[in-house]
């Protein structure tokens, strides 16, 4: 009786350890993630590895993540796939691979036994350029014409000196764009709608364009809103210079032009409450990303009552404005939170070269969880500082986004 050749089971580990390798082959390499430490002991968190170039020569840049602190050791590329084979299962039981192509997960059991899991269905990615000069990261070129069109880049498109501030600026704004847009809910395909409301001289609002439609190749329908009416017009003839389709700027603010529906919505430096007008209309027209900058914070403080025990700390009014902005600003996360984001407050570079440089990044689940738990702890923290209203919850409750 003739035997019959059984292949044997496909090698999970080995699998991922290959794609691993060829996306770097193939300079397809996004970013690679390391988590569940077998070890708890050093209270390490997770490992995210990226490629750079060190004086020429590719290498994987580990950086170690633990509760207070970050560790980053560079490897050359050899040495560095050996270190993650040999860390796997030993040091970690997952692995989260993002390629150009593809997004890889390679989970161990405890009795380390392997499994694969593949999605192709993700949207395109594009591989960051490594170096230790993060500008070198190269969200967007120097050789991009809007930059030229607005006075960043000379006509050998080299950058104005008295630029490079701004410059920095756009380009670590389009980095938290991009890692918040690969992290979105929004459809592959579709037609990305952004509004940048107080977008003033169009920095921003050009570069995001540009990342969308020729980093990305997506289509991209960009509106830059702004109360003067001769920026608006400066922005416009601009973008009609550069042949930008959909690419448009409109005289107004968040109260008066609102979008029936978008993706992402850019509040930057939003005076007081108009932060809070903002982050509604990003909630109610059902924006996958919302980002803010807050200044000003101005309705918070009057109402605030001490508490007692913190009377010797907040009798001096400069604590005490600290307290009210940090008040203010943890509420409008909590209240995203509520509404189903996944939500970060952390600084950013100032666009405007002054110390407001706080954002609140918030980016929408998949799924939300029930709000009351959240909406409790929010009361709590109201009563706390004897807050009587928020403007966010107002305008929220108004249209019946949060429960009553």
């Not at 070269?353 to 980016?363: D, Y």
């Not at 799924?367 to 004897?386: D, M, N, R, V, W």
């Amino acid at each position: 009786m003739p035997v019959t050749a059984v292949s044997p089971p496909p090698d999970a580990r080995a699998e991922f350890l290959q794609a691993l390798a060829t996306s770097l082959q193939h300079n397809a390499f996004v970013k690679l993630v390391l988590a569940k430490p077998v070890s708890a002991a050093q209270q390490l968190q997770k490992v995210i590895v990226h490629s750079v170039s060190i004086k020429g020569q590719a290498c994987l840049s580990f950086v170690y993540r633990y509760p207070t602190r970050d560790i980053t050791k560079n490897l050359e590329l050899a040495q560095g796939l050996a270190a993650i084979g040999e860390g796997l299962p030993a040091d970690f039981r997952n692995a989260h691979l993002l390629t150009l192509n593809d997004e890889l997960q390679l989970e161990f059991s405890k009795k380390a036994k392997a499994s694969l899991h593949r999605n192709q269905a993700k949207a395109a990615r594009v591989a960051p350029v490594g170096g230790h000069d993060r500008e070198k990261k190269r969200y967007l070129e120097l050789s991009r014409p809007f930059l030229r069109d607005l006075g960043v880049t000379d006509a050998r498109q080299a950058l104005i000196p008295a630029m490079s501030r701004k410059w920095k600026q756009i380009n670590k704004f389009i980095e938290v764009f991009s890692h918040a847009f690969s992290a979105s809910p929004i459809p592959a395909g579709d037609a990305v709608r952004v509004a940048d409301f107080g977008s003033g001289k169009g920095y921003l609002t050009f570069a995001i364009h540009d990342y969308l439609a020729n980093t990305l190749g997506r289509e991209a329908q960009v509106t830059g809103v702004e109360l003067r009416e001769e920026l608006v017009s400066l922005c416009n003839s601009a973008a009609g210079r550069l042949e930008q389709g959909g690419l448009k700027f409109e005289c107004g603010d968040v109260r008066t032009v609102v979008p029936s529906a978008i993706d992402v919505m850019i509040a930057l430096h939003a005076c007081d409450i108009a932060t809070d007008y903002a982050i509604h209309t990003g909630i109610r027209c059902g924006a996958a990303i919302i980002m803010c900058s807050p200044c000003c914070h101005k309705q918070i403080r009057p109402q605030m009552q001490t508490p007692a025990l913190l009377k010797p700390m907040l009798q001096y009014g400069l604590h005490l404005g600290q307290q009210a902005e940090m008040v203010t600003d943890s509420l409008r996360a909590l209240y995203l939170e509520a509404c189903g984001y996944d939500t970060k407050v952390f600084e950013f570079i100032s666009l405007e070269h002054t110390n407001k440089n706080k954002m609140i990044l918030a980016v929408k689940r998949a799924e939300a969880p029930a709000p009351e738990a959240l909406l409790a702890k929010i009361q709590a923290l109201k009563a706390f500082y004897g807050v009587q209203e928020h403007c966010l919850e107002t305008l929220l409750r108004g249209d019946h986004l949060l429960p009553a």
